[in-house]
């Protein structure tokens, strides 16, 4: 062997490039977008996305101390509580495991929306509530206080009144409007319905 031979190491290979983009003569690194978070989630667009803005929003009226802009983004995020569970469930059914951990997420950041939205004001929903119940919004808040003076500030009253009243044969619709006049009284919205009947 040649003495002045020197064995020498392969060369490392490169480092892995950053994605660039042409910007006129410069190129611009591109991050990689996160794949996680709310920001992920409103770019998810659909119910997660709904439920990501208007969390966003709510995040940012509590921080700020802002009530009317957390009541407002309250009230979207029951009108989005109408339909989330059903679509939680499809979500975590489907084999889209990106949308299912977007979801999860989501869902996360909701339970800690409500919290934080009742520890700053000291209720667990807007006081004029504002809510319509086209698609039954209103009652499902309702039953989900579970309580009587909210519920009836909602203008709902006790389901298992609505179902003794409709057992007798009155109309579910009239039994709750009713119900909701006589604040709850059974035996008076009983009184009304009979005289209705005649």
């Given at each position: 062997?040649?003495?002045?031979?020197?064995?020498?190491?392969?060369?490392?290979?490169?480092?892995?490039?950053?994605?660039?983009?042409?910007?006129?003569?410069?190129?611009?690194?591109?991050?990689?977008?996160?794949?996680?978070?709310?920001?992920?989630?409103?770019?998810?667009?659909?119910?997660?996305?709904e439920m990501e803005a208007a969390l966003t929003k709510l995040r940012k009226g509590i921080a700020d101390g802002d009530e009317v802009m957390s009541d407002e983004a309250m009230r979207q995020v029951?009108?989005?509580?109408?339909?989330?569970?059903?679509?939680?469930?499809?979500?975590?059914?489907?084999?889209?495991?990106?949308?299912?951990q977007a979801a999860l997420e989501a869902n996360?950041?909701?339970?800690?929306?409500?919290?934080?939205?009742?520890?700053?004001?000291g209720r667990d929903f807007p006081v004029d509530g504002g809510f319509d119940d086209d698609d039954g919004v209103a009652a499902a808040l309702a039953a989900e206080v579970g309580n009587d003076a909210e519920a009836e500030a909602f203008g709902f009253v006790d389901a298992e009144s609505v179902a003794k009243l409709t057992a007798m044969g009155f109309k579910q619709d009239r039994v709750r409007d009713v119900l909701a006049d006589m604040g709850g009284n059974v035996e008076a919205a009983l009184e009304v319905l009979m005289a209705e009947r005649g």
């Open positions: 062997k040649d003495p002045r031979f020197v064995p020498q190491r392969p060369p490392a290979p490169p480092p892995p490039r950053a994605c660039v983009a042409a910007s006129g003569s410069h190129q611009a690194a591109m991050p990689t977008p996160a794949r996680s978070g709310p920001e992920f989630g409103e770019r998810l667009g659909g119910p997660v996305g029951v009108r989005l509580e109408a339909t989330w569970q059903g679509f939680m469930t499809n979500a975590l059914a489907g084999d889209d495991a990106e949308l299912t996360d950041r909701l339970q800690q929306g409500h919290a934080e939205y009742s520890a700053k004001f």
